[in-house]
């Protein structure tokens, strides 16, 4: 059995192989934690934004979209606090010159207690089979007991110093848990100092009358900045929503896993603007749509948990990430966040202009109260190839690949092959194509065996295949084999469209919603 680092690794590689994700300007070598989407990778992230759209400004007659420039002005991110306060604390180490992030060095080593403890209690359960009773044991073994002890100091001591923005202290906490370098192995470390995650370049053609500008870090402030453009030319009233889809970076310091962390990305962000007062509600209200936003697509209902912040920015009265399973543990795709009226108010202050909202109802003005939500498009992707990848034995000690990912996200729905190269077959495989590509990604192959062809597909993850035979020429019937089951079932030409319209439909997975 592979371990979960391993699977990762073949995940990576075969995101690779098969056109799905390519690492950026790779003949140079490529630019670290910068990925570029190949033909299938692409396809699979447009079905994702789609899904997201629809649901979003489809189902909800009260959302609409924007498509906001990346540069913004930069008192944008002055007002936003992102100028001032979008930092993370770093650490070098002297001798293996390599950077790392305080935090994670910190968070990395609570996860090396909990993974003690998890592997005592393991050990535990094989001893004592049936009879073991887990909770007991967590109070009682002396060695977890320490563990938990040890694990919970370090959390407290850790939250303190980052609530307090104490950098000495996280410093210390490195020191004092005797936290190494992975690379020199050694604890010969700098200050902690805050680094600005924000790109910046210059816009103007002078050096004296050039202007420091941003590559946005978020969508989000696109949305606040034309509140009053959307809420005034749609006639919206509150509440209503603004979503938008756009790229948005980061200097990570640490760029890891993948697409999961990367310094370009992309986002998909909705702010609902809602009657102040009434937000924790409305926080409620949308914590539950996007889990069944995400639980509607079956990957799996158990993959996924809320995890409640802490720690609340400043301006956030409540805020939950929504955590997907991955090979390298739980781990965040989404946030939500009720971040009361501060964003709209600082731009308020900052442009000299009045935001606000008359309340024909109430009779009144007031600044909105904002419930966001904002999901990365690249971690979806990641959650979706990681929950659908698969390595299968097969009867007689064949094996294959096969990506079971949900049909209405899947790059090409089906395949259409001509038996072989003659005989009039590739002729019928094409009039059957024409049949059905206007409505959906169709690919025609003719080279190689059947068999070949079939792996092909499972690997890219296309649902139907359809063989064109020297039958089909005479009774207008094809052979459907399907992806998951590989079974096999003889169609009429005439039915194609609905068998591939039935599985692959948006419109059903959206009336889930
Ligand atoms: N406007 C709120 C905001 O940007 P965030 O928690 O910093 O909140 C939201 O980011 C989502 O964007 C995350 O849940 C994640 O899916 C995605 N994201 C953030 N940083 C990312 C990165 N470096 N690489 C890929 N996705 C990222």
Redesign the pocket.
């Known amino acids: 059995m592979a371990t979960q680092e391993e699977t990762f690794k073949s995940i990576v590689s075969h995101c690779k192989e098969y056109g799905f994700v390519f690492p950026s300007s790779e003949i140079y070598d490529g630019l670290a934690?910068v990925y570029d989407y190949g033909q299938n990778g692409v396809e699979l992230k447009n079905n994702i934004k789609q899904y997201w759209w629809a649901a979003m400004t489809k189902l909800h007659e009260n959302i609409v979209g924007i498509d906001a420039a990346i540069f913004m002005h930069p008192t944008t991110w002055k007002a936003s606090g992102h100028v001032d306060a979008f930092n993370d604390p770093l650490i070098d180490n002297r001798d293996s010159k390599k950077r790392y992030r305080a935090d994670v060095l910190i968070e990395d080593q609570i996860a090396k207690y909990d993974e003690k403890i998890d592997k005592e209690v393991q050990k535990a359960r094989k001893r004592f089979g049936e009879s073991f009773d887990e909770a007991l044991y967590r109070q009682t073994n002396p060695r977890v007991v320490e563990h938990q002890q040890k694990r919970d100091a370090l959390h407290e001591r850790y939250q303190k110093a980052m609530n307090a923005n104490d950098l000495d202290e996280l410093k210390q906490i490195i020191l004092d848990e005797g936290i190494v370098c992975p690379i020199s192995g050694t604890r010969n470390w700098t200050d902690v100092r805050q680094f600005n995650l924000m790109f910046s370049t210059e816009m103007g053609s002078t050096a004296e009358g050039a202007m420091k500008i941003y590559l946005r870090?978020?969508?989000?402030q696109g949305i606040f900045v034309n509140f009053l453009n959307v809420q005034k030319t749609g006639r919206m009233k509150v509440p209503f929503g603004i979503a938008q889809i756009g790229k948005?970076f980061?200097n990570?310091i640490v760029?890891r896993q993948f697409?999961?962390?990367?310094?370009e990305?992309e986002?998909m962000?909705m702010q609902f603007f809602v009657r102040p007062g009434t937000e924790l509600e409305w926080f409620e209200h949308w914590k539950q749509f996007r889990l069944r936003w995400h639980k509607a697509l079956g990957l799996g209902d158990e993959k996924y948990r809320f995890h409640d912040h802490d720690k609340l920015a400043h301006y956030a009265n409540a805020a939950t990430?929504i955590e997907f399973l991955m090979p390298f543990g739980f781990k965040?795709?989404?946030?939500i966040?009720s971040r009361t009226n501060f964003d709209l108010s600082q731009h308020a202050k900052y442009s000299g202009k009045k935001i606000e909202y008359f309340d024909p109802e109430l009779n009144e003005s007031y600044t909105p109260y904002v419930i966001?939500t904002?999901?990365?498009v690249?971690?979806?992707f990641l959650s979706v190839m990681c929950s659908a990848y698969k390595e299968e034995q097969l009867e007689g000690g064949d094996s294959r690949v096969v990506l079971s990912l949900p049909p209405v996200l899947a790059p090409v729905k089906a395949c259409v092959m001509p038996l072989v190269k003659k005989d009039g077959l590739p002729e019928k495989a094409r009039e059957v194509m024409d049949l059905l590509r206007f409505d959906f990604n169709i690919q025609y192959d003719e080279k190689d065996s059947i068999g070949k062809r079939y792996r092909r597909q499972d690997a890219i993850g296309t649902p139907f295949c359809i063989t064109i035979d020297h039958d089909t020429l005479n009774d207008e019937c094809v052979t459907v084999r399907y992806r998951d089951t590989m079974k096999q079932d003889r169609v009429k030409i005439s039915e194609l469209h609905e068998l591939i319209r039935s599985q692959v439909d948006m419109t059903d997975l959206l009336r889930k919603l």
Do not use: K, N, Y
Not at 259 to 263: E, K, L
Not at 332 to 335: A, H, I, P, R, Y
């Open positions: 934690a870090p978020e969508t989000a948005a980061r990570e760029a697409v999961f962390r990367m310094r990305f986002q962000e990430d965040e795709v989404e946030g966040h966001e904002s999901i990365g690249d971690r979806m």
